[in-house]
């Protein structure tokens, strides 16, 4: 074995093994760039798996489009507005401002619990509507027929679909009509409560999903923010704040995608 691969796997000062130590500097910030981006590839592979169930579930079946409530747009915007002060950090590093630039990832982490915390209080804001996940009261999905006789209001709240075709809905006896009877002959009420609210599930997996990926994010900018306290990243050494923006930004984007498909897209 060679001295250099020696190098690359002893243990640092701190008694931390180092696999990157005795490299060239340009090869060990292309490999991190590199893993960075395989993690990405992995989370949207997992989506797309999801997002795929949700679109085979949907086809020809009765399916609930749910008005996404104003904490969930609130938290779009603090989510969106995030991305800036993560790029603001890593452009102040390289221009030698330390300080200036662990301020800003402060901001991120900070508008990235916002974020959470609205996503928190969207879901709370559904599940009282009897929108959302009822598991850990009965042990499964709301039903269709518990959505159409609670508090949620048919129009504001939520309409029910088949192939993304709204039905049509008498609000006086609740009863149910296919998209393609408008003159309201046949009375389907039974053949649609009778099932789950499915889009319920979907929604709250993928919502959970996306969280636990902002849990790491929010854990790799505290890591980075104490990194940049104690000099480990500095003007020289930046790929970890690259590597932190690009993931962060990518969650931002992620989410937008989940927000359009799960609430817009039929």
């Known amino acids: 074995m060679s001295n250099r691969n020696t190098e690359a796997t002893q243990e640092s000062p701190k008694g931390r093994m180092d696999v990157f130590k005795g490299l060239d500097p340009a090869v060990r910030e292309r490999t991190k760039k590199m893993l960075m981006y395989f993690i990405i590839f992995a989370v949207v592979m997992?989506?797309?798996?999801?997002?795929?169930a949700y679109i085979v579930s949907n086809?020809?079946?009765y399916w609930v489009h749910i008005e996404p409530p104003s904490s969930l747009w609130i938290g779009n915007a603090l989510l969106v507005t995030s991305s800036l002060p993560m790029y603001l950090s890593l452009r102040a590093m390289k221009h030698g401002h330390a300080r200036m630039s662990f301020v800003h990832l402060i901001l991120t982490f900070a508008l990235g619990l916002g974020f959470a915390t609205m996503q928190r209080e969207g879901w709370k804001e559904l599940e009282a509507k009897g929108i959302g996940s009822r598991w850990a009261e009965t042990g499964r999905w709301v039903t269709i027929k518990n959505l159409i006789e609670g508090p949620a209001i048919w129009g504001k709240d939520y309409t029910i679909t088949q192939n993304g075709e709204e039905l049509y809905f008498r609000a006086e006896t609740k009863e149910m009509f296919a998209p393609d009877d408008p003159f309201l002959k046949e009375?389907?009420?039974l053949d649609v409560t009778s099932i789950s609210n499915s889009s319920s599930g979907y929604?709250?997996?993928?919502?959970?999903?996306?969280?636990?990926?902002?849990a790491l994010g929010l854990t790799y900018l505290v890591v980075n923010g104490i990194r940049v306290l104690k000099g480990t990243i500095h003007p020289g050494d930046t790929v970890r704040l690259h590597t932190a923006g690009v993931y962060w930004h990518f969650l931002g984007l992620l989410w937008i995608y989940l927000f359009a498909f799960l609430f817009f897209i039929h």
């Open 46 to 52: 997992l989506f797309a798996g999801f997002t795929s």
């Open 203 to 214: 929604l709250g997996i993928l919502i959970v999903m996306h969280l636990l990926h902002l």
């Open 59 to 61: 086809i020809g079946q």
């Open 187 to 189: 009375d389907i009420s």
